[in-house]
Nanobody, 125 residues
Framework: QVQLVESGGGVVQAGNSLRLSCTVS????????TGWFRQTAEKEREFVAA????????YYGNSVKGRFTASRDLATGTMFLQMDNLKPDDSGVYFC??????????????????WGQGTQVTVSS
């Protein structure tokens, strides 16, 4: 059983930065991915970023490459999403999620069985 709690959302102006955190509680994460998805009322939940806890691999959605950076702290079991040069289109509810390696595509939301409650990010123009 994996439990995830997000924090760090808020309201920022376009061009500024924000860092999200996700505290992950699990017996082991060695063979797991944790990731970030975002959702708005107009769009389906879309893949933002993911990181593999058994190594240093990170993955990003096309719209955030070069602006967002995913990282994790093994000691505290925390995942971070550093979001730079934010745009109004980055607004939405950001969810962190967890899945075991080898259980479907990391880019598909249906592959992720464990989710946090979400944190709102609003980027004003």
């Amino acid at each position: 059983q994996v439990q995830l709690v997000e924090s760090g959302g808020g309201v920022v102006q376009a061009g500024n930065s924000l860092r999200l955190s996700c505290t992950v509680s699990a017996r082991t994460l060695r063979n797991h991915f944790t990731g970030w998805f975002r959702q708005t009322a107009e769009k389906e939940r879309e893949f933002v970023a993911a990181i593999f806890w058994g190594g240093l691999s990170t993955y990003y959605g096309n719209s955030v490459k070069g602006r967002f950076t995913a990282s994790r702290d093994l000691a505290t079991g925390t995942m971070f999403l550093q979001m730079d040069n934010l745009k109004p289109d980055d607004s939405g509810v950001y969810f962190c999620a967890a899945k075991a390696a080898g259980s479907g595509s990391i880019y598909s939301r249906t592959s992720w069985p464990s989710w946090g409650q979400g944190t709102q990010v609003t980027v004003s123009s």
